[in-house]
């Protein structure tokens, strides 16, 4: 009875609506000390609220916590925890500046991952809000409509750093520990509150107009710093420019985690960013950070600065962010740069909606692409419909008259109809309510540059045609050139390898499977491209087609790395076990060392290639086998279903499957 009563007390007001409505939360105040060794984080968390009308209770998001002392203007409340939530149940009537303070003590289960604290990986602690919820690490408010300010104290082992949100008021020594104190002076959805621990260097810069701006990296990769954030201040500089609103938050901060669940995340005035992006000159021509730099950048105005209210609305937040980064990378790459990622980004939902699988830009259940792509073509077109100087007055009111607020779609529209003195009532149905990309009105519109650019690249064999030596070109842009090879291999030639820059060797290093004996010479100045991915699949290539120079391969990529995943070492230990006769006394050392990059001390990019080569080569044995099991629990949800998958295609081999059943036998799972 007594739990059916608190039920009924907690549903009386938010039945009719959100708790923001009856309660403004402003402040967050957090006294931690972070246990990495027992992957605990507990403290004191104070809050500051005003109740704008009565209402009987209100909750906080806590989740699978130990709370204790709870004080409600510094006296002890009714509560109820429910696991997930914290009850307070009493009359609050209006006022303002209330206070709460409380204890609690969590082992998160995600939001907040420990890393390499129990193996010889990179110890770090980093956390993860948007989709996985900061009320995991800390008592606070999943809903992103409630915004506060974020104060924290944290303590942490001395030996490393530790990066938050804001400004960074002091650090003090405390025995084994140090405790690192920052602030905020401006309020933010609490799924963007962020921490980051390490071992880490970092080089300051500053922006244009004065902001600091910091770049983390670890200690060992210092001569990785310039190509991992090359960049990095005129992409700034030029989205303020841009945006025309004055970068938001008091500072800046980049800082690179291992395994780290997506490329990035915009938390305010601190991005985590997967250091599988740290890369070096070589890398750089293959999987750069600008892309992703550019899009977390503009986050900062489009997400954080202001946030959506809800779901349906997402793509004020990913499709904006998509389109300024698009438009940094014009100013850094040129016209026709941005065009052709434009015709990609329209290619990719054509074959969307070729496949079914399309919903309308206001569906909260849309896609990546829906919300990303879509939405970046949706401000591209409206900025040809009513034109550049209207369509930058739209976007300076809309974050003028709605900062450090939530919007909805409605705020937009109204600030691009004001702006341009126009009724885009037609333009908004096309492009936000219809499931389809309008390719036809693309083409159609005589007064977008994109239109003769896409009936051109519609007809690509054309430019062939009609030009002979376009290939041959320097000065014509290499992704159409790629696109030409992909769809006419035939074209190939040595003169074409010969006179052509790194992406469009890549492409034909990569279409070029069979590659002819004319060619064999040319093709083998692949080995030496400035691009690991070109190499690797050069090697490939090469040791497929000419078994007689299978041994001149080898020694030659012998001790060649490639990217943090090891890719170019990797596949050299899987073609030197796969050539009978080389260094065959050798195969032990190599079989050892290409099974030690499934464990634990390795990030998820090496230990998956790594496991796909053992695989082929069914090498497993208990060490691969024990690595396999522990990575079906690894918290990248991405790497954990393909080693679910690895482990139960493993299981169905009796010799293995008893390995398997011991270790886990052993470990108590079974």
């Not at 076990?577 to 260094?583: E, F, M, Q, V």
């Amino acid at each position: 009875m007594k739990l059916l009563l608190y039920s009924m007390l907690f549903c009386s007001a938010v039945l009719t609506a959100q708790q923001t409505d009856y309660v403004d939360f402003k402040s967050i105040s957090a006294d931690l000390i972070i246990s990495p060794l027992e992957k605990s984080v507990a403290g004191e968390v104070s809050y500051v609220f005003d109740v704008l009308k009565p209402v009987d209770s209100v909750f906080i998001d806590a989740q699978n916590m130990e709370i204790s002392k709870v004080l409600y203007n510094g006296d002890s409340v009714t509560t109820h925890y429910t696991g997930k939530k914290l009850w307070l149940v009493a009359p609050f009537q209006d006022s303002e500046n209330n206070t709460l303070k409380l204890s609690y003590r969590a082992n998160p289960k995600k939001a907040m991952y420990f890393l390499g604290w129990d193996n010889a990986g990179k110890s770090q602690v980093w956390t993860q809000g948007q989709g996985k919820y900061t009320s995991n690490w800390l008592p606070s408010f999943d809903d992103m409509n409630e915004k506060t300010t974020f104060n924290l104290k944290v303590k942490f082992p001395k030996d490393y750093i530790v990066v938050s949100n804001g400004k960074l008021e002091a650090k003090t020594a405390l025995d084994s520990l140090n405790m690192w104190q920052f602030s905020s002076k401006s309020v933010m959805s609490n799924y963007l509150f962020a921490l980051a621990c390490g071992e880490y260097n970092k080089k300051h810069i500053t922006s244009k107009s004065g902001i600091p701006i910091e770049l983390y990296y670890y200690p060992e990769d210092s001569l990785l710093v310039e190509p991992t954030y090359r960049y990095s201040k005129t992409m700034f500089d030029f989205l303020e420019e841009e945006i025309g609103v004055p970068f938001p938050w008091e500072n800046y901060k980049q800082i690179p985690v291992s395994d780290f669940l997506y490329a990035g995340m915009e938390n305010t005035s601190a991005t985590i960013f997967s250091d599988a992006y740290v890369i070096d000159t070589i890398g750089f021509n293959d999987r750069n950070y600008v892309n992703v730099n550019a899009h977390e950048l503009a986050h900062q105005w489009f997400g954080d600065f202001v946030t959506a209210t809800s779901g349906t609305h997402h793509w004020l937040q990913e499709g904006f962010a998509t389109y300024y980064a698009l438009l940094a990378e014009q100013e850094l790459f040129g016209d026709s740069y941005y065009k052709w990622r434009l015709f990609e980004y329209a290619k990719e939902l054509e074959a969307q909606d070729k496949s079914g699988q399309s919903t309308a830009l206001l569906n909260e259940k849309a896609s990546s692409t829906t919300f990303y792509k879509k939405g970046a073509w949706t401000l591209h077109a409206l900025r040809v419909e009513i034109g550049d100087a209207a369509f930058k007055m739209a976007v300076k009111n809309y974050l003028t008259h709605h900062k450090y607020g939530n919007v909805s779609t409605s705020d937009f529209i109204k600030e691009a109809e004001q702006a341009s003195g126009k009724t885009l009532d037609l333009f908004f149905q096309t492009w936000l309510e219809s499931e389809t990309f309008p390719m036809a009105d693309v083409v159609t519109n005589e007064e977008d540059d994109m239109s003769y650019y896409i009936k051109q690249l519609n007809t690509l064999e054309c430019i062939v045609k009609n030009n002979a030596d376009y290939l041959l070109d320097p000065t014509k842009s290499y992704f159409i050139k790629q696109e030409i090879i992909k769809a006419n291999p035939s074209l190939i030639s040595g003169e074409l390898i010969q006179k052509n820059g790194v992406e469009v060797r890549q492409t034909i290093a990569s279409v070029l499977n069979e590659i002819p004996l004319e060619l064999q010479t040319v093709y083998e100045t692949f080995l030496d491209d400035e691009s690991y991915q070109t190499q690797e699949i050069a090697l490939y290539n090469l040791w497929v087609n000419f078994y007689t120079r299978r041994q001149f391969y080898l020694d030659k990529m012998d001790g060649r790395i490639g990217f943090r995943s090891k890719n170019i070492r990797q596949l050299w230990l899987a073609l030197a076990l796969s050539t009978a006769t080389y260094k065959p006394e050798n195969n032990e050392v190599f079989i050892k060392e290409l099974i030690g990059y499934t464990g634990t001390q390795y990030g998820f990019e090496t230990r998956e290639l790594a496991f796909n080569y053992v695989n082929a080569l069914q090498i497993y044995n208990k060490e691969v086998l024990s690595n396999l099991i522990q990575a079906t629990h690894h918290h990248n949800w991405r790497f954990q279903k393909y080693a679910k998958s690895l482990l139960e295609s493993v299981q169905k081999h009796p010799e293995y499957k008893v390995i398997i059943d011991n270790l886990l036998t052993e470990s108590g799972v079974k």
